[in-house]
């Protein structure tokens, strides 16, 4: 607690004081904040919500965990009333979360005590009954529940993302707009289950809970172990890239901008979600074909022979031939193997044209070029993007796709690129830089012929 900035602890202290208010507040109105007849409602909605809130999964949204626990919450909202939902969010301060500090666990169980309790507030002000529902009563709290909902949600990313921001400064709450509409949505969605535990309290009373929300949070930790599989995949793969770059001092960090640039692209021109994911990974691989090209010749001072240009050449073939066994890239492939091909015909390793070229080929090798030229090499210094833009233009029907080209200019003044910083001269134990680069189309290679 001491770490963080004081207006983090300020706020901590305020969401905690305003919890610990609502709870006491309800013990002195009605002498205790639940029925005595309740007690069991309450024990297994908190059960429930404590074994849920436990295991929180991650959402395809970069820093985001999220559980299905506020489910019970809002079936606590129908069953409890507004003190019930806090108390029942008040369990997240016990939840199995090892390692999670004691202050983060106090706010957890304090947002959720104050979102339970401003549903409830709001269901009960829209004439929503409290306790279990009767069958023929049903209809008229689906409207007052979708308010306690749609209060509940925002309340708690609000409240969440204050603390974020407070705690680490203002960069964790840039998320992606499109992020946070999957976030939203997803929470909205997941809302309703606590409308079912509560209709159903009638019919199968506590069983009602097991039934809607226990295969509800099995299907969650699927999704949770689907993305500790994602999350294996981006590990080796960045792996290969590091191997890659650390070959090559000036290439650094070059596998990461062509993998953005690509996706930037593949988004522009429509992909769908898995097709962006693999061109991601096409990207960073796309030159993992250097680790079979001998050093001496990727490092070589002056013109190739014809032998060691033929090796430069054989990169994408190397490439197809190291991740051949990964399954997940799929057509991942297509690019590594032909990112060096031309629409005119004259690239290589297959001289394909036009539509002969693969789309993720088309698309890297516009990123790439383009990643080229705007970061340092040893021979000359980054080029302006507006310099680099030209040049591709310049370049678009002979060497580049025009298509890709025009989609990767509208990206661009959508999502303004970073370039590198500037990189300086290498340290004397990372000598390995090459004088030319095979990937820039503003400083061919030089070939030798007849040695
Ligand atoms: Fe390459």
Known sequence: MRDLPWPARAYLVAVIGVAAALIVRGVVVSGAPVAPE????????????????????????????????????????????????????????????????????????????????AAGWVYVALDGQVG????????????????????FVPLNIVLTLTVIALATGSRATEVPMRGMVQFLLSYLGYGTFGLLVAGLWATVASISAVLVLVPLFVARWAFGQYHAQQRSYDATIAALCQAVETKDYYTRGHCTRVSHASSMIAQEIGMGVERVRAIRYAGMLHDVGKLGVPTKVLQ?????????????????????EIVRGIGFLDEAYAGIMHHHERHDGTGY????????????????????????????RSYRGARPVPVAVEELR??????????????????????????????????????????????????????????
């Not at 279990?132 to 306690?148: C, E, H, M, R, S």
């Not at 070589?300 to 197809?320: N, S, V, Y």
């Not at 189309?441 to 012929?449: L, S, W, Y």
Request: charged share 15%; proline share 10%.
């Open 38 to 117: 309740n007690l069991d409602i309450l024990l297994v909605l908190a059960l429930l919500f404590l074994v849920c809130e436990s295991m929180p999964t991650l959402l395809n949204v970069e820093q985001f965990a999220v559980s299905v626990s506020f489910s019970a919450s809002l079936a606590a909202v129908v069953l409890l009333g507004p003190e019930g939902a806090a108390l029942v969010g008040l369990t997240a301060v016990v939840s199995v979360r090892p390692g999670l500090p004691w202050i983060k666990r106090l706010f957890n169980g304090a947002q959720f005590a104050i979102c339970g309790f």
């Open 394 to 451: 310049k370049c678009a029907g002979t060497h580049f796709d025009p298509v890709m080209v025009a989609a990767f200019i509208r990206a661009l003044e959508r999502e303004p690129w970073q370039s590198p910083p500037r990189i300086g001269p290498p340290p004397p134990e990372a000598a390995e830089s090459p004088i030319k680069d095979h990937d820039d189309p503003t400083m061919p290679i030089e070939v030798v012929t007849g040695q």
């Open 300 to 320: 070589k001072d002056g013109p190739l022979t014809e032998e060691e240009f033929a090796a430069i050449q054989l990169h994408p073939m190397r490439g197809l």
């Open 349 to 376: 390793p297959m001289g394909l044209a036009g539509d002969e070229i693969p789309e993720f080929a088309k698309v890297i090798a516009v990123a790439d070029a383009f990643d080229s030229m705007t970061s340092d």
């Open 132 to 151: 279990v529902p009767q069958v023929n009563a049903f209809d008229d709290l689906i409207g007052p529940y979708v308010a306690a909902t749609a209060v």
